[in-house]
């Protein structure tokens, strides 16, 4: 069965973007209008995509440089 567009997208944030390091991929990833619902205390609501979804891989790979999480499955609804 193939992966359908969103597992796509979140293995791409996940493997690229957080275990990579590559914030620069963030635009192509989500939506300009894109609200994170589960954002941390005081994580930007303003400002571009990038500001908003690039605190959290900067925080993960500021206090762990080598973080690297690996997805064994997922389940979408």
Excluded: C, Q, W
Excluded at 52 to 62: L, S, V
Aim: proline content about 8%; overall charge negative.
């Amino acid at each position: 069965m193939a992966e359908s567009a969103s597992k796509r997208v979140y293995r791409a944030f996940v493997e690229e973007v957080i275990n990579k390091g590559k914030l620069e991929l963030i635009p192509d990833l989500f939506s300009t209008d894109y609200v994170d619902h589960n954002a941390p205390p005081g994580a930007p609501t303003g400002g571009s995509v990038f500001d908003r979804i690039g605190m959290i891989p900067k925080m993960f790979r500021g206090a762990f440089p080598d973080v690297h999480f690996t997805i064994n499955a997922m389940v979408e609804d």
